[in-house]
């Protein structure tokens, strides 16, 4: 267990809807990282967060928007969802903004239908 | 672009061999590099580590090399054991330090 909670587990939707994924960090961590792994890809680095602020931007689609409350969860909702949205979405979290490794939460499995 | 490769996605060992997993980066200003694993149904979970600065880092049966004028990467195991069997990821970070870029993944498998 690395600690990083991440709910739902499995999200089934329709195109076109919007869904949010939430992401609670390991226990004094204070950034947190979103990344998108579809079929047969690697992990695609989305955004990271560290202590409320916005530090990194990726391959994120306009359609897709982050925040991180002051106790620290995250959520990420996507909206208009395409088929091609449909993926696993993890979150991971660290003490610090950078230099270090990050703990991964379990995944929230993605099904636009 | 995929600025981290992994070229074989699959590899086979026997039990107590070693494992050698590759890895390879374009980008210059990647100065941080971890390998995770991964079990099905699980997130990656971090392995070892290795910054710019160093070559070797060991840690256990784990052994990272690291080749900065190749921009080149290698995860050892020795020795392998069935428990190994997973999908290994190598990540580089630039000196930035915010954000991982993953390769697309290894699957190892070691045979009892």
């Known amino acids: 267990d690395s600690g990083v909670t991440q709910t739902p587990k499995h999200l089934i939707t329709a195109t076109g809807q919007r869904v949010t994924l939430r992401c609670s960090p390991r226990?004094?961590?204070?950034?947190v990282y979103w990344y998108q792994q579809s079929l047969d890809q690697g992990l695609q680095f989305l955004i990271h967060?560290?202590?409320?602020?916005?530090?990194a931007k990726g391959n994120i689609l306009e359609r897709f928007s982050a925040q991180q409350f002051p106790d620290l969860h995250s959520e990420l909702n996507l909206s208009s969802l395409e088929l091609g949205d449909s993926a696993l979405y993890f979150c991971?979290?660290?003490?610090?903004?950078?230099?270090?490794?990050?703990?991964f939460g379990q995944g929230t499995r993605l099904t636009v239908v | 672009d995929q600025q981290v490769k992994q070229n074989s996605p699959s590899l086979s060992v026997q039990e107590g061999r070693i494992s050698i997993l590759n890895c390879d980066y374009t980008?210059?200003?990647?100065?941080?590099f971890l390998w995770y694993k991964k079990y099905p149904a699980e997130g990656p979970t971090f392995l070892i580590s290795?910054?710019?600065?160093?070559d070797k880092n060991e840690d256990g049966r784990f052994t990272v090399f690291l080749n900065k004028s190749a921009k080149h990467l290698s995860l050892h195991i020795v020795p392998s054991q069935p428990g190994d069997s997973a999908v290994y990821f190598c990540?580089?970070?630039?000196?930035?330090?915010?954000?991982?870029?993953f390769g697309t993944g290894t699957s190892l498998t070691v045979i009892p």
């Open positions: 290795i910054s710019s600065i160093k």
């Open positions: 980008n210059s200003m990647f100065d941080y």
């Open positions: 226990s004094g961590d204070l950034s």
């Open positions: 990540a580089a970070s630039p000196n930035t330090g915010n954000q991982f870029y």
């Open positions: 967060y560290y202590n409320g602020e916005e530090r």
């Open positions: 991971a979290s660290s003490p610090t903004a950078g230099y270090t490794e990050a703990f």
